[in-house]
């Protein structure tokens, strides 16, 4: 039995709506596997956040793909009788594509700053295990040594710093990428 709005659409309305139900479907496992990669990379070590973060690039390239090629293919013009609800359903899964593009970068800059935090850390236990290794004697450590690790803990700070100062950066050039493909999806409108 026919849907009660398909009755009323004419034959290319229907087609058009279809597609895009099926793009639909395809959002939603998209989110399925975003949510998926989340558990994986919170249940695991360091393999897992790197398997994460691989399957988040993968994940953004597919919404790339889906949204400006597929998504924005399904022409809206040249309806009449499924025009209105065709273009309200276009902007809704575009709007759900965004909003987990926002989820799965801040998924991967937590991902990054776990990453980030993890090595700073190890490194960090790695050099005070050598650095404060008393000698035959249990001598307590030198003036040296102390000065020594101090400069290595401010080495350390200052790569955290750097590799902040690139994440901003790259958000900025993510956000004026994220502008740009916003502008260019309103003039295709």
């Given at each position: 039995?026919?849907?009660?709005?398909?009755?009323?659409?004419?034959?290319?309305?229907s087609q058009?709506?279809?597609?895009?139900?099926e793009l639909e479907e395809?959002?939603?496992?998209?989110?399925?596997?975003?949510?998926e990669?989340?558990?994986?990379?919170?249940?695991?070590?360091?393999?897992?956040r790197?398997?994460?973060?691989?399957?988040?690039?993968?994940?953004?390239?597919?919404l790339?793909r889906?949204?400006f090629?597929?998504?924005?293919?399904?022409?809206?013009a040249?309806?009449d009788?499924?025009?209105a609800?065709?273009?309200?359903?276009?902007?809704?899964l575009?709007?759900?594509?965004?909003?987990m593009?926002?989820?799965?970068?801040?998924?991967?800059?937590?991902?990054d700053?776990e990453?980030?935090?993890?090595?700073?850390?190890?490194?960090?236990d790695?050099y005070?295990?050598?650095?404060?290794?008393?000698?035959?004697?249990?001598?307590?450590a030198?003036?040296?040594?102390?000065?020594e690790?101090?400069?290595?803990?401010?080495?350390?700070?200052?790569r955290v710093?750097e590799?902040a100062?690139l994440?901003?950066r790259?958000?900025s050039?993510?956000?004026?990428?994220?502008r740009?493909?916003?502008?260019?999806a309103r003039?295709?409108?």
């Amino acid at each position: 039995e026919c849907h009660p709005l398909q009755r009323r659409l004419s034959s290319i309305s229907s087609q058009r709506l279809e597609t895009l139900r099926e793009l639909e479907e395809r959002v939603r496992e998209l989110e399925d596997s975003v949510h998926e990669i989340e558990r994986q990379a919170s249940a695991g070590d360091g393999e897992a956040r790197v398997a994460a973060k691989a399957g988040l690039r993968q994940v953004v390239g597919h919404l790339d793909r889906l949204q400006f090629t597929e998504i924005d293919a399904v022409a809206t013009a040249d309806l009449d009788s499924g025009k209105a609800y065709a273009k309200h359903y276009r902007k809704a899964l575009h709007a759900r594509i965004e909003a987990m593009r926002g989820h799965v970068e801040e998924l991967y800059e937590s991902l990054d700053k776990e990453s980030l935090d993890k090595e700073v850390v190890e490194e960090k236990d790695e050099y005070d295990d050598e650095t404060f290794e008393k000698d035959e004697d249990d001598e307590p450590a030198s003036e040296a040594m102390v000065r020594e690790t101090q400069e290595r803990i401010a080495e350390l700070q200052r790569r955290v710093d750097e590799l902040a100062a690139l994440k901003d950066r790259h958000q900025s050039l993510e956000e004026a990428r994220e502008r740009l493909i916003l502008q260019e999806a309103r003039q295709r409108q």
